[in-house]
């Protein structure tokens, strides 16, 4: 009797964790870059609990640390500002099905606030980390029969808001280094789009919102015509969704998901 009260509970956490994922990557490896928090960790998990083999990466060693509890497969230490990091560690994984590339840093101000290093950073770290990634990605991914690459972008891209000059310029180059991509391997089985979320509710959003002062947040929730924040679990959806084949007939796009700011 005891035996049996002690296998019972288990089984009820293994069909409720069945009951969470519906498989839609199973079969696939997934490599995830900025994924210690916000859109990036969102994502990762989630394309664990759709039964894809994740790697997780980022510089935040600690971050990283806890996503095995929730099904990551791996997590790996991972400076995307680096070309021989990012090269060494894509020779060690080999084939991946699907890239992730949340890598970001927003800029706070106009034209006259950017230095040039600045903007050095900005372009190195939202832009030339993707070409980086995946550069050193596709190859085996073409070996391989294809894949999906999706990348973090920004509405910044398409509509700027005020005081987001290099984000901005830098987020508009994502869109367009996507679509060259997609446009460059369209024939041979590789695809590959950006997510421009609108304000989404992540630690780096909070941070950001509270050096404006107390109604920072109020602030950032104004600019939403849905009169809220976006959650980082409703950038993963879509992410989900383009990694997937469910979306084998979608290249090169914006996927939009803003809560109406671009409206």
Known sequence: MDCFVAIAPRNDEEKE????????????????TAAAAGIGRACAIAFAR???????????????????????????RLDVRSTAEVDAFAKRIGKIDILLNAAGFVHHGTILDCSEEDWDFSFDLNVKSMHRTIKAFLPAMLTGGGGS??????????????????YSASKAAVSLLTRAVALDFITQGIRCNSICPGTVE??????????????????????????????????????IYLASDEAAFTTGVDLVVDGGYML
């Open 202 to 239: 992540t630690p780096s959003m909070l941070d950001r919102a509270a050096a404006v002062g107390p109604q920072g947040k109020e602030m950032f929730i104004a600019r939403q015509k849905m009169g809220r924040l976006g959650t980082a679990e409703e950038i993963a959806a879509m992410a």
């Open 149 to 166: 690459i999706v990348n973090i972008s920004s509405c910044a891209a398409l509509r700027p808001p005020a005081n987001r000059y290099v």
């Open 50 to 76: 759709e039964g894809a083999t994740v790697i997780a990466t980022d510089i935040n060693e600690s971050g990283i640390a806890t996503l095995g509890k929730e099904g990551v497969a791996e997590t790996a």
């Open 17 to 32: 964790e069945k009951k969470n994922m519906s498989d839609r990557l199973k079969g696939k490896r997934a490599v995830v």
